[in-house]
């Protein structure tokens, strides 16, 4: 029973505070809220993996690669569930572009992304606005955050 249950949990605790009903609901409100905070800091995937495609493009390009990344992101934000993050981010210098992409695993990416009509589709629409393309994967640690 609820009275059994919070007695040993006294007896474990070491408090007589908790026999009474009032002081369980209590210690339940604080360990619920504690529980809250620990999953909201908790990394939602360990490990994921990072794939960043940094590129040179051809001068005065950047808007129709922009222009059409935007509507690969919307494919990819409705369809692909494990693609977690899919940025592009812009430098300065109007020719270099950034390719920030997360997955739950290294397969989300090889298996679906990569194979998807509408990367395929995109691929071919800018192969002729990018110069120079260099492609790196690293795996999170965990150490640190990624959202605030």
């Known amino acids: ?35 809250v905070r620990l999953l909201a800091t908790a990394p939602a995937h360990k490990r994921a993996f990072v794939y960043i495609v940094t590129l040179k493009l051809k001068p005065n390009t950047r808007h129709l690669f922009l222009q059409e990344w935007g509507v690969l992101a ?17 430098s300065d210098d109007p020719d270099k572009l950034l390719i920030y992409e997360r997955y739950v695993a290294r397969s989300d990416l090889v ?3 990569a194979k998807s009509a509408a990367i395929q589709a995109f691929g071919a629409k800018s192969k002729d606005w990018v ?5 790196d994967e690293y795996y999170e640690t965990n150490i640190g955050y990624i959202a605030k």
């Open 111 to 113: 298996d679906i992304h």
């Open 74 to 90: 919307d494919y990819v934000k409705k369809n692909e569930p494990n693609t977690l993050t899919y940025e592009a981010v812009v």
């Open 131 to 135: 110069l120079e393309k260099q492609l």
């Open 1 to 35: 029973t609820l009275s059994h249950s919070r007695m040993a949990l006294a007896q474990i605790l070491g408090s007589p505070l908790l026999k009474s009903p009032a002081a369980g609901i209590a210690l339940g409100a604080v360990l619920g809220a504690a529980a």
